[in-house]
Protein backbone atom coordinates (compact mmCIF):
# COMPACT_ATOMS: atom_id res chain seq x y z
CA UNK A 1 0.00 0.00 0.00
CA UNK A 2 0.80 3.44 -0.63
CA UNK A 3 -0.06 6.27 1.25
CA UNK A 4 0.29 10.12 0.05
CA UNK A 5 -0.01 13.22 2.34
CA UNK A 6 1.46 16.66 2.65
CA UNK A 7 -0.88 18.75 0.02
CA UNK A 8 -3.09 21.84 0.48
CA UNK A 9 -3.59 24.92 -0.85
CA UNK A 10 -1.06 27.69 -1.11
CA UNK A 11 0.19 30.67 -2.72
CA UNK A 12 1.96 30.74 -6.41
CA UNK A 13 5.49 31.03 -5.28
CA UNK A 14 5.39 28.82 -2.16
CA UNK A 15 6.97 25.36 -1.37
CA UNK A 16 5.41 22.33 -0.17
CA UNK A 17 6.72 18.64 0.32
CA UNK A 18 4.49 15.67 -0.54
CA UNK A 19 5.43 12.40 1.43
CA UNK A 20 4.45 8.48 0.38
CA UNK A 21 4.74 5.40 2.80
CA UNK A 22 4.88 2.38 1.80
CA UNK A 23 3.97 -0.45 3.78
CA UNK A 24 3.30 -4.43 3.10
CA UNK A 25 6.55 -5.08 0.42
CA UNK A 26 10.08 -4.23 0.63
CA UNK A 27 10.02 -0.95 -0.31
CA UNK A 28 13.96 -0.55 -1.83
CA UNK A 29 12.68 -2.91 -4.33
CA UNK A 30 10.98 -0.54 -6.57
CA UNK A 31 11.43 2.53 -8.55
CA UNK A 32 9.16 4.91 -7.63
CA UNK A 33 7.58 8.30 -9.26
CA UNK A 34 5.08 11.17 -8.57
CA UNK A 35 2.18 12.23 -11.12
CA UNK A 36 -0.32 14.32 -11.29
CA UNK A 37 -3.75 14.78 -12.64
CA UNK A 38 -5.44 17.94 -13.18
CA UNK A 39 -9.12 18.15 -13.89
CA UNK A 40 -10.12 17.32 -17.14
CA UNK A 41 -6.76 16.66 -18.73
CA UNK A 42 -4.53 12.79 -18.23
CA UNK A 43 -2.32 11.53 -15.73
CA UNK A 44 0.87 13.13 -16.40
CA UNK A 45 4.32 12.38 -15.40
CA UNK A 46 6.24 14.76 -12.40
CA UNK A 47 9.26 12.82 -11.58
CA UNK A 48 10.81 9.23 -10.78
CA UNK A 49 13.52 7.64 -8.40
CA UNK A 50 15.56 4.29 -9.23
CA UNK A 51 15.08 2.08 -6.18
CA UNK A 52 18.68 3.44 -4.80
CA UNK A 53 17.93 6.87 -4.92
CA UNK A 54 20.85 7.66 -7.13
CA UNK A 55 19.62 9.06 -10.29
CA UNK A 56 16.13 10.94 -10.65
CA UNK A 57 14.16 12.11 -13.48
CA UNK A 58 12.06 14.87 -14.31
CA UNK A 59 9.18 16.45 -16.01
CA UNK A 60 10.56 19.52 -18.22
CA UNK A 61 7.56 21.08 -16.48
CA UNK A 62 9.35 20.93 -13.34
CA UNK A 63 12.80 20.72 -13.86
CA UNK A 64 14.75 22.86 -11.59
CA UNK A 65 11.71 23.40 -9.17
CA UNK A 66 10.72 20.01 -7.40
CA UNK A 67 12.93 17.64 -5.92
CA UNK A 68 12.36 13.85 -5.64
CA UNK A 69 14.52 12.10 -2.71
CA UNK A 70 13.41 8.28 -1.39
CA UNK A 71 14.21 7.56 2.60
CA UNK A 72 14.36 3.36 2.22
CA UNK A 73 14.59 2.87 5.60
CA UNK A 74 11.38 4.54 6.55
CA UNK A 75 9.94 3.27 3.20
CA UNK A 76 9.07 6.83 2.28
CA UNK A 77 9.35 8.68 -1.47
CA UNK A 78 9.01 12.59 -0.90
CA UNK A 79 8.58 15.25 -3.19
CA UNK A 80 9.62 18.53 -2.64
CA UNK A 81 7.87 21.29 -4.80
CA UNK A 82 9.10 24.91 -4.86
CA UNK A 83 8.56 27.98 -6.56
CA UNK A 84 4.91 26.45 -7.39
CA UNK A 85 2.76 27.90 -10.14
CA UNK A 86 -1.14 27.65 -10.37
CA UNK A 87 -0.74 25.60 -13.39
CA UNK A 88 1.25 22.46 -10.97
CA UNK A 89 -2.46 22.34 -9.39
CA UNK A 90 -3.54 18.81 -9.53
CA UNK A 91 -4.58 15.83 -7.69
CA UNK A 92 -0.84 14.09 -7.21
CA UNK A 93 -0.32 10.60 -7.00
CA UNK A 94 3.00 8.24 -5.98
CA UNK A 95 3.41 5.10 -7.54
CA UNK A 96 5.77 2.28 -7.79
CA UNK A 97 7.25 -0.33 -10.29
CA UNK A 98 9.35 -3.56 -10.08
CA UNK A 99 11.50 -2.01 -12.32
CA UNK A 100 15.34 -1.27 -11.94
CA UNK A 101 15.26 1.79 -14.36
CA UNK A 102 13.09 4.90 -14.55
CA UNK A 103 9.70 4.98 -16.76
CA UNK A 104 7.65 8.01 -17.63
CA UNK A 105 4.80 6.08 -18.63
CA UNK A 106 2.09 5.03 -15.62
CA UNK A 107 1.32 1.40 -17.18
CA UNK A 108 5.03 1.19 -15.82
CA UNK A 109 3.28 1.63 -12.61
CA UNK A 110 1.80 -1.69 -10.26
CA UNK A 111 1.25 0.33 -7.22
CA UNK A 112 -0.62 3.52 -6.72
CA UNK A 113 -1.43 5.18 -4.09
CA UNK A 114 -4.94 7.23 -3.29
CA UNK A 115 -3.64 11.12 -3.97
CA UNK A 116 -3.12 14.46 -2.66
CA UNK A 117 -4.75 17.27 -4.13
CA UNK A 118 -2.29 20.49 -4.26
CA UNK A 119 -3.83 23.76 -5.41
CA UNK A 120 -1.88 26.99 -5.79
CA UNK A 121 -3.48 29.94 -6.30
CA UNK A 122 -2.23 33.49 -8.09
Known amino acids: QLQASGGGLVQAGASLRLSCAAS????????TAWFRQAPGKEREFVAA????????NYADSVKGRFTISRDNAKSTVYLQMDSLKPEDTAVYYC?????????????????WGQGTQVTVSS
Open 95 to 111: AAAAYSGISVYPGTYIY
Open 24 to 31: GRTFSDYT
Open 49 to 56: IIRSGTNA
